[in-house]
């Protein structure tokens, strides 16, 4: 019996570090998507989404070809085991949680949401994510996005496929269907390689570093599926890749944004430019 108490707390400990070794590549994905994390910046985004403004993302190519993508607007819901004011707070309760095999995301809103799991429905969602512990059903919302993407024609599907990518694991991973320890690492492995296969743009950060974001995720991924049971893990993959749904729609929707400033100040000579300032 004691053997078997160490080997648990053995495999928990092993889990508890795996995770916080490469939870980081997801808690900074707006770091890694170049986007602030300001209520404000994130309001204004959002209004530019409203307004049924269409982001263009352009990648530099010879023959150059386009394509119209959009990311759907999508409400998921999530297990939600605790929320905090402070950013500290939860990731301590995080990192608690996690130790006891429970591996949990901290989701940014009006609060720090300590999540758990996340699903496509509520009728979807994976109880025994939350580890026999009180759990609330909540409700997130991403925006839609619309996208004009400008690349090679060669690459136009590559690029097409990548930023379209965690929507898709979203799908496979938050629908009704509970997987197989053997059919998460196969979609696991599927979006590896989507991610190390799409066309190399050094031009393009946001493109770039999404790929890299991909990545990140199938690694720590990898790892959970050794550690936790499939479902748990599924679960958990739903409430991570979620993170990167909603960042991406930040960050296509603020690139946008910024290349609007960039067009109204080029087509002002410096005699104009006072006229947008605000008075003093």
Same mark, same amino acid.
């Given at each position: 019996m ?9 495999r928990r400990?092993?889990? +508890?570090?795996?995770l916080? +070794? ?5 808690s900074a /994905?707006?770091?890694?998507?170049g986007v602030?994390?300001? *209520?404000g ?7 530019f989404?409203?307004?049924? $403004? +269409?982001a263009?993302?352009a990648f530099?190519?010879? $023959?150059?070809?386009?394509a ?6 999508r409400?998921?819901a ?6 905090f004011d402070?950013g500290? $707070?939860?990731?301590?309760q ?6 006891t095999? /429970? *591996?949990?995301?901290?989701w940014?809103r ?6 758990c @799991?996340? %699903?496509?429905?509520r ?10 512990r009180?759990a609330? /059903?909540?409700? &997130?919302?991403m *925006?839609?996005v619309?996208? +004009?993407?400008?690349?090679?024609e060669?690459d136009l599907?590559k /690029?097409?496929? =990548? ?5 898709a ?9 509970r997987?197989?320890?053997d059919?998460?690492s196969q979609?696991?492995? &599927? %979006?590896?390689k989507a991610a190390? !296969?799409a066309?190399?743009? *050094?031009? !393009?950060?946001?493109?770039a570093? =999404?790929?890299?974001s ?8 990898r790892?959970v599926t ?8 599924? @679960?958990y ?7 990167l ?11 946008f944004?910024q ?7 080029a ?10 300032m605000?008075?003093?």
């Open positions: 004691r053997s078997g108490c160490i080997t648990r707390r053995r400990e092993r889990l +508890r570090r795996m916080w +070794r490469t939870v980081g590549a997801l /994905v707006a770091i890694l998507l602030a994390a300001s *209520p910046l994130r309001e204004t985004v959002f209004s989404i409203q307004q049924g $403004k +269409r263009l993302l530099s190519a010879q $023959k150059v070809s386009q119209d993508v959009t990311l759907p607007r409400t998921v999530a297990l939600q085991l605790a929320a402070s500290e $707070k939860a990731a301590q995080a990192q608690s949680l996690t130790a095999g /429970v *591996p949990v995301i901290v940014q009006e609060q720090m949401r300590v999540v @799991a996340a %699903a496509l429905t009728d979807a969602l994976i109880a025994e994510a939350a580890g026999g009180e609330y /059903v909540i409700e &997130d919302t *925006p839609r619309e996208l +004009r993407l400008s690349a090679g060669r599907q /690029v097409i496929t =990548l930023l379209q990518l965690p929507d694991l979203l799908m496979q991973l938050g629908g009704d269907r997987l197989t320890q059919e998460l979609i696991i492995g &599927d %979006a590896e190390q !296969n066309a190399a743009y *050094p031009d !393009n950060a946001l493109y570093q =999404l790929a890299q991909l990545e990140s995720w199938c690694a720590m991924m790892g050794k550690q936790v049971s499939a479902q748990r893990a599924q @679960a993959g739903a409430a991570t890749i979620c993170t749904c909603r960042e991406l729609r930040v960050a296509l929707s603020s690139e944004q290349s609007e400033v960039s067009t109204a100040s087509q002002r000579t410096p005699s104009t430019a006072a006229d947008v605000p008075p003093a």
